[in-house]
């Protein structure tokens, strides 16, 4: 027995080509383990996802028992078509048909009223809304479709920990845990998906993701962000303040997953350093990368590609370039799992500016770093 009483079980591990045929016999063996209520661990354009049947109480607690998460998060279904949207929601308004057109499939969840008995209660852990989207990965669309089934799926790592944009990263974490994985490389956009809710007269957004503020304002809708995210708010105190574990302080049920717990982590302590003035952040971080180690701190910097020539630590990873944030997105979890491997205790990340996937980005690092912010 694992932790937590859960066996162990033999995983399978299928690979497929992304672009595969939806007869691949790998991905009609993952639909059946689907099917027949087993978890199995797909790619979409976003992070790689960990299935089971939507429509299947046993299946789903899977999830929460494999991944460790909290029972009040809710969670994600995906489909393979719009057309089946209808089969779990009531009716909806103009504006999110707008959205479906314009973003489906692609990294948008919508939050919808939930249409009574659709789905287990467990998906959407008592709310009156379900969380629902069309991935835009070829394999996860065969693989729902021959699956026949909506398929619950968040992302495919131990809760708390960072998102797997790679089979690799998922059997690291959860091999043993879960029934299956189906390989098809390496995510897209490296982040998981936008979600929104059409509520007031507004597209509310509960977490930025791939598809950003501008995007959904081109289409002449107006748009806010949640409370939660008007301000990244932060830690501004010593970068060593204390680590408080993977839960944040109680409160409802989230709206949404993604809202309510510090996800994304590293096994180090990380601190976000953000201000107008970019020398002044680098030296303050490496004065600060200095003092950790000559405690004895095995130390790691995230940083702009730009600005790499500027430190020294014993691990110093790109999160890309400053005036390419998609490519951001691709890089950040790789970085966070990277320290992880270097055994890296103390990290300081620059921050990015908060507007396109910035926002994204940076809601991302401030979850990992559980609202250590450090201003210059």
């Known amino acids: 027995m694992t932790e937590q009483g859960m066996e162990t079980m033999q995983t399978k591990y299928w690979k497929a080509s992304p672009n595969a045929e939806a007869f691949d016999p790998a991905i009609l063996e993952a639909a059946e383990y689907l099917r027949s209520g087993r978890l199995v661990a797909f790619p979409t354009e976003t992070v790689y996802g960990l299935g089971a049947n939507a429509l299947s109480t046993e299946a789903v607690e899977k999830i ?3 991944k460790g998460r909290p029972s009040d998060n809710p969670l994600i279904v995906h489909i393979a078509d719009p057309g089946q949207l209808d089969d779990l929601v009531l009716e909806y308004d103009a504006p999110v048909k707008q959205l ?3 973003f489906w499939p692609g990294p948008l969840t919508l939050v919808l009223p939930v249409r009574p008995g659709a789905v287990s209660p467990r998906v959407t852990a008592g ?7 069309m991935p835009d990965h070829p394999l996860a669309l065969h693989l729902i479709r021959a699956a026949g089934c909506p398929v619950a799926a968040p992302s495919a790592n131990r809760s708390g920990k960072p998102s797997p944009t790679a089979a690799e990263h998922v059997r690291n974490d959860l091999d043993g845990r879960i029934d299956g994985i189906l390989d098809g490389g390496h995510s897209g956009v490296g982040l998981e998906s936008t979600v929104v809710e059409w509520a007031d007269g507004k597209v509310w957004i509960l977490r930025p993701g791939g598809i950003t503020p501008e995007d959904i304002r081109r289409l002449g809708l107006a748009v806010e962000l949640d409370a939660s995210l008007q301000s990244t708010g932060g830690d501004s105190s010593d970068a060593a303040s204390s680590f408080d574990g993977v839960k944040e302080a109680g409160g409802p049920t989230p709206r949404s997953p993604g809202m309510k717990y510090r996800h994304y982590a590293p096994k180090g302590m990380l601190s976000i350093v953000q201000g107008d003035n970019p020398q002044k952040v680098s030296a303050y971080i490496q004065e600060r990368i200095d003092e950790a180690k000559a405690k004895g701190e095995k ?3 995230l940083a702009f590609e730009e600005h790499l020539p500027y ?9 890309g370039s400053q005036d390419d944030l998609s490519s951001a997105g691709k890089l950040l979890y790789d970085a966070l799992r990277e320290f992880d491997r270097e055994g890296v205790s103390y990290i300081l990340a620059e921050g990015f500016r908060e507007d396109g996937l910035g926002l994204a980005v940076m809601n991302r690092l401030h ?3 559980g609202g250590r912010l450090i201003h210059i």
Do not use: H, M, W
């Open 64 to 66: 929460f028992q494999a």
């Open 100 to 102: 479906i057109e314009a």
């Open 127 to 133: 709310l009156s809304t379900i969380a629902v989207r």
């Open 299 to 301: 130390t790691g910097i």
């Open 311 to 319: 430190y020294r630590a014993d691990v110093v990873l790109s999160c």
């Open 367 to 369: 979850k990992a770093a």
